[in-house]
Every structure is written in C-alpha cells, then in structure tokens.
C-alpha cells in the first residue's frame, strides 16, 4: 500500500470510540476526554505514517494509545517518594513529614465544618490565631505569638509592620540566599524597607550596630545563616549581646532563627542547635521560625515575642494575606501539643524519630535487607551495607552530619561509564520512585528515613536497570 492508502485505511475518530478499549474509555473518563484523546491517537499514527513509519494500527490498537493517554492524565502529579537522599528535611522533597494526629487533624478540619474564627463561648466572631497561641506562647516563653503561611512571609511582614521606610540593621555576614529565591536583600526591598549592611563578610562587632543606629533606623535584624557557616577570623554579635544594644538605641531586635527548634536537640543525641525559648530569653524583641523544617509540621511561618509588637504585625494588611487556612491551623495544633511531653516526641513526631534513629538500628535494617535487595537488582551490581552521614537539611545545623547505614551500589561490571546516574535514573523510575544520592562513584540509598522495609523491597522487584 502507498502511504495515500495507508492513511484511508486508518479507522476513524468513531470507530476508535466505537471499539471495546475506547467504549470503555467514555466511561471510565467521560466522552469529551475520551473524544480528544482519541483524536490525538489518530492524529499520531497520522504523522508517523507520513514520517515513513510502518504501522497500520487497528481501532483497537488507537483505542488502547487513547487510554493509556488518559490514564496517564489522571495519575496525581504529586507522586509518593521514598527519600533515601540522607537529607532528612529535603526541601525539594517536601520537607517535614507529619506526625499522625497532625494528619487525623487536617483530615478531620478538611471533612467537618469547624469553629476557625468563632468563640464558642460568648458565640461572638474570634480570632483564627487563637487556637494556636497559647501553646506557642507557652512552648517559647513568648509574651504573644501569631503566624503566616511561610517563614519568608513571617520576616516580610515583620520588616513591613515594623520597619517599613525605614533602615534595617543587617550583618554581612548573614546576608543569606536560600534555595529557591528567597535572598536577604530582595526580601527587604519587597518588604519597603532599607538594607543598612555593617559589618564585613567575616567580622562584625558590637559597634558596627552602635554607629549604625540612628533616627532613620526602624529595626535590627539578626539571621541565622542556615546554610554556611564563617569560619577563621571571624567575629559574630550573638542575639544576647544585641538585647542590650537594641535596649539602648530604642530598637526593636528581630532574630530570623530559620529552622527554629522547640526543643534541645541533644537529647536526641544531635548537635546543639538554639532554641526558640533561648533566642527569646537571650532579649529579642521578636523571633521568627518555620512549621516545616526542625518543628516537624507543616509549612508555616511563626512569629513570637513582645506584644505590642505581635499587635501592630497583626494590624498590617499582609496578615490577611498571607493568614493560615483551617487545615494548616489543624495541623499546627497538633503537632505543637506533641511538644508538651518531649520524651514521647521522638516516638510520635517523624522527622525527630528519623534524626534521633542510631546507626546500629539502620545497619541492622540494612543488613536484613541486603540479600533481597541483591537478588532484585541481578548479579549486574553489587550491593553493599556501608555507613554513611547523613544531613538534618533545610538549614539546621549545616556542617554537622548523623552516621547513618545504607545501601551502596555499584555495578559488577561497568560497561557505560555512567553507572551512578543510570541507577539513579532506574530507581526514579520505580512504580514508587526511589531517590538516593550519588556519592564516591556509587548510588547510594541512606536508610535514615525509611521506617518499612517490605513494601519498599517489593517495590523493587520492579527494578529495570541494566549495567
Ligand atoms: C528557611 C529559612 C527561611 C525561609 O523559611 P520558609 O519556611 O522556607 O519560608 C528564612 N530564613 C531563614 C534563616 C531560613 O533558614
């Protein structure tokens, strides 16, 4: 046949919809899904036809294309990861991963109709904040507290409500950029105040703030730099010298903790990181800190401190524009009261349980895990149960590691040069997409965070690498 009778030959868009596979499709997905759908099928064996391909595809081989198109459309774009990468709070990945009574939480604020800005009591209108501000209060040591949807929000509504026209007083040395666009400098001019930089990248001392205070001054602002560290000949002003500087010069002092952490984190054997409760009692006027990174919960940005302060931040219109919904405030709820008995936090809270878990105990797991991880990936590779370190991420604790186990991959024999990227890419491609990191020349997976080895060891029968 020529390709002229080739292309007549091709059944219709209606006889397409007419068979089994695309009847099946109008009912699965609907009949003006189900139309484009087939019209594309036809439309791609059209083109591969006049590209020279072969092909004479039935009504039923373009009514089968149809749905797998479709299916492919309906499949949930956020797609369940395991993260073997060793960075426990990934901020590509989502970060924190919620404790089960912040889930039932959400899920319960999302199904039924709930008291969000109502009192209950006088059943006058309320306050959102309410439901989470005593707790904040209480776990901080804090006069008031209040909360937005993100960290970055937190600090632009704080230089906005406090500051704006004026100068804020910043270190060069915790001129921060954080993945992601979040930059000290644009989100200071966003936030319609002036960047007054002191100090140099490596030394900034007590009188660098002195001489920089003065009546065109709105606020200093401290930064925990989260992902660097200044090392060698360095001088940094801590918040609790600041206090007394801020006292003197009539300044309010905001102290950006970033990550934040409620409670010590060496009692669950990690490095020492400030908590809120010290940042406020070393004399800062307001500290702001995130929902998802070392707290464990979701994406939210707290703010805590003075009163009068919480107050006028309250009052500015980007409050309302960045204000929690009812199923985040549900969540928040939740996982602060875990806070309320530290020694069960561990137990109940997933990113403290993945921090605090020891070596032995990965190793262990990754010792039983060993030979079924073998026999899935063939005699191509070698798995081996190796220690490694892994990170806390999103900018707590940045230099320090955790030892930590995993799983490292090579291949038996390596044929493309590209062995690690391969595996990583066949593991991405699992049915639940497995991400580890590339180290050494090896794939590796940390199993820091993996809490169930069967269901991911089955998973991986489905693995499709070649050496
Ligand atoms: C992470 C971080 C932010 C931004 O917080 P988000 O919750 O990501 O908006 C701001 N400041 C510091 C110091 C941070 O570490």
Redesign the pocket.
């Known amino acids: 046949m020529d390709e002229t009778a080739r292309l007549r030959a091709l059944p219709s868009v209606d006889e397409v919809l007419r068979s089994p596979a695309g009847a099946g499709a109008v009912g699965q997905f609907g009949r003006q899904a189900a139309l484009t759908a087939a019209r594309r099928s036809v439309d791609s064996a059209r083109r591969a036809i006049r590209g020279g391909a072969g092909i004479q595809p039935s009504a039923e081989d373009l009514g089968a294309a149809m749905v797998a198109q479709l299916a492919d459309a309906a499949t949930p774009r956020i797609r369940t990861i395991y993260n073997l990468t060793g960075t426990v709070l990934h901020t590509n990945l989502g970060r924190a991963v919620l404790a089960e009574a912040a889930i039932e939480a959400a899920t319960q604020a999302m199904r039924e109709v709930v008291a969000l800005e109502f009192d209950l009591a006088s059943g006058k209108r309320g306050e959102r904040d309410d439901l989470v501000r005593d707790l904040l209060v209480e776990l901080t040591g804090a006069e008031d507290a209040t909360l937005v949807n993100?960290?970055?929000?937190a600090?632009m509504i704080v230089l906005s409500a406090l500051a704006a026209g004026r100068e804020v007083i910043v270190s060069r040395g915790e001129m921060?950029e954080?993945g992601g666009a979040?930059r000290l400098p644009d989100i200071m001019a966003r936030s319609g105040v002036k960047l007054r930089e002191i100090g140099t990248t490596n030394r900034t001392h007590p009188r660098d703030y002195r001489d920089a205070a003065g009546g065109e001054t709105g606020l200093i602002l401290k930064?925990?730099t989260?992902n660097y560290r200044v090392e060698g000949f360095t001088a940094e002003v801590t918040g609790r010298e600041l206090a007394p500087i801020a006292r003197e010069t009539g300044l309010p002092l905001v102290n950006?903790?970033?990550?934040g952490t409620l409670v010590d984190l060496t009692r669950f054997g990690l490095g020492h990181e400030p908590t809120v409760a010290d940042a406020v009692r070393d004399g800062a006027d307001i500290v702001t800190f995130?929902g998802?990174?070392l707290l464990g919960g979701p994406?939210a940005?707290f703010i805590v401190g003075r009163r009068e302060l919480i107050a006028r931040i309250n009052k500015n219109p980007m409050k309302r524009a960045l204000r929690a919904d009812k199923i985040r405030l549900a969540a928040i709820e939740a996982t602060l009261r875990l806070y309320r008995n530290p020694d069960s936090l561990a137990e109940h809270l997933p990113t403290l349980r993945h921090l605090a878990r020891s070596q032995a105990d990965i190793r262990s797991m990754a010792d039983a895990m060993l030979p079924q991880a073998q026999a899935a990936l063939g005699p191509s590779f070698t798995v081996e149960v190796r220690d490694c370190m892994s990170q806390i991420g999103?900018?707590a604790l940045p230099l320090s590691t955790i030892p930590s186990a995993g799983l490292r991959i090579t291949a038996a024999v390596s044929r493309s040069g590209r062995v690690p990227e391969e595996l990583a890419a066949s593991f991405r491609a699992l049915p639940v997409p497995v991400i580890g990191r590339i180290e050494d020349g090896a794939f590796w997976l940390d199993l820091r965070c993996l809490e169930a080895p069967k269901p991911f060891l089955a998973n991986l029968a489905f693995f499709g690498g070649s050496a």
Do not use: M, P
Not at 256 to 259: A, E, I, N, T
């Open positions: 993100n960290n970055a929000g600090l921060i954080i979040f930064v925990h989260s950006d903790l970033g990550s995130s998802d990174k994406q940005g999103s900018g």
